[in-house]
């Protein structure tokens, strides 16, 4: 088995075949970026734990360095990590250094593009998911979004994915209608669903027109065809949370 057969394209894949997944990402340009002149040749990229922020998206926590070749994948300890954090943000376009981190250790951020790299699925090597469960559990617990979202993101809601931000796949284009104002498109971001009266979520910018909601309010939605295609609409109905 040739491991660089088996990369994929971030650009090319669901978010859920790595969503809560460690994985290998091949990106060597990167790693130059974050540890200039530190690394051995045989660097070629890095194992990294995958997880949802509501606000900022897919993001990816780096746990080691790895080096591999047609045939193994080796691992080893990611330079400065007991005095320095590393977030890797999906994101086609540059992201930019954060500050200081709340705790007092560096943080820094970087971006991953989808369309330039690539990555491995751990499930086919001989990987040690066991010594990352401390790490799995903390990172899933702190961007706990609750189980009504949980069930969002899930295989049953899968025929939303033509309306989610392929980055942010908490995000879906919906539309605003009336026929005094027609039509505008706006974000929302998925939040619960209701049983009797569909999928609800957070109006994420500031409709241009008015259409009885505003940034912030948490509007119900549904599926409609028209002719020969779907669209995602907004229903007419608000909530608010408890």
Not at 34 to 62: K, Q, V
Request: aromatic letters at 14%; hydrophobic letters at 40%.
């Amino acid at each position: 088995m040739d491991l660089y057969d088996n990369l994929k394209s971030f650009s090319q894949v669901s978010y859920r075949e790595i969503y809560k997944r460690f994985i290998y990402i091949h990106c060597r340009e990167l790693l130059d970026e974050m540890f200039p002149d530190e690394l051995d040749d045989s660097i070629t990229g890095l194992i990294a734990y995958c997880y949802i922020d509501r606000t900022e998206g897919l993001s990816l926590y780096p746990i080691l360095i790895a080096a591999m070749d047609s045939e193994t994948l080796q691992v080893f300890e990611l330079p400065h990590a007991e005095n320095t954090i590393y977030i890797l943000r999906l994101r086609d376009g540059a992201v930019k250094m954060s500050e200081l981190h709340n705790e007092g250790a560096h943080m820094y951020l970087y971006g991953v593009d989808p369309y330039k790299y690539e990555f491995l699925d751990l499930s086919i090597v001989d990987f040690d998911y066991e010594a990352f469960e401390g790490i799995k559990e903390r990172i899933d617990t702190s961007y706990d979004a609750g189980e009504a979202v949980e069930e969002l993101r899930s295989e049953k809601y899968r025929y939303l994915d033509k309306y989610r931000n392929d980055l942010f796949p908490d995000d879906v284009q919906a539309l605003l209608i009336s026929e005094e104002n027609g039509i505008e498109r706006v974000w929302v971001r998925l939040t619960f669903v209701s049983e009797s009266n569909g999928i609800f979520g957070e109006l994420l910018n500031e409709p241009y027109k008015d259409f009885g909601c505003h940034q912030g309010t948490m509007i119900g939605m549904k599926e409609i065809q028209s002719e020969d295609e779907m669209f995602l609409v907004f229903n007419g109905l608000t909530a608010e949370l408890m």
